[in-house]
């Protein structure tokens, strides 16, 4: 299952963008989803996460307060909110769905318990 990430994009700091998650034929719509994101030389990071029902989210601790990850149900598509953008945002952000049931909160921040990911969509904050 090939994930379709879009909407990044080149953004002034303090900026903001959206960036889209979809699943095809509603294949994972049982499936919870995260963000992950791989700036210059460094390696790749938890952004945020949610359940499948959408009712709990995760955010890692650089973009609490800016980030908002939420899920469309009727699309299944999940999106991600980002606000306040600062340099250190840039990167490919990467969207992935597990196979199996995540049970545990801790282990959405683990890039491997993603099976499906996305091609990656570039964002790109300049001062």
């Known amino acids: 299952v090939q994930l379709q990430a879009s909407g990044g994009g080149l953004v002034q700091a303090g900026g903001s963008l959206r960036l889209s998650c979809a699943a095809p034929?509603?294949?994972?719509?049982?499936?919870?989803r995260a963000w992950f994101r791989q700036g210059p030389r460094k390696d790749r990071e938890f952004v945020a996460g949610v359940t499948w029902t959408g009712s709990s989210t995760y955010y890692g601790d650089s973009v609490k307060g800016r980030f908002t990850i939420s899920r469309d149900k009727a699309t299944d598509t999940v999106y991600l909110q980002m606000d306040n953008l600062k340099r250190e945002d840039t990167g490919v952000y990467y969207c992935g769905a597990p196979r199996e049931r995540i049970w545990y909160p801790s282990r959405y921040y683990d890039s491997t318990e993603y099976d499906y990911w996305g091609q990656g969509t570039q964002v790109t904050v300049s001062s």
């Open positions: 034929g509603r294949t994972l719509s049982r499936s919870a």
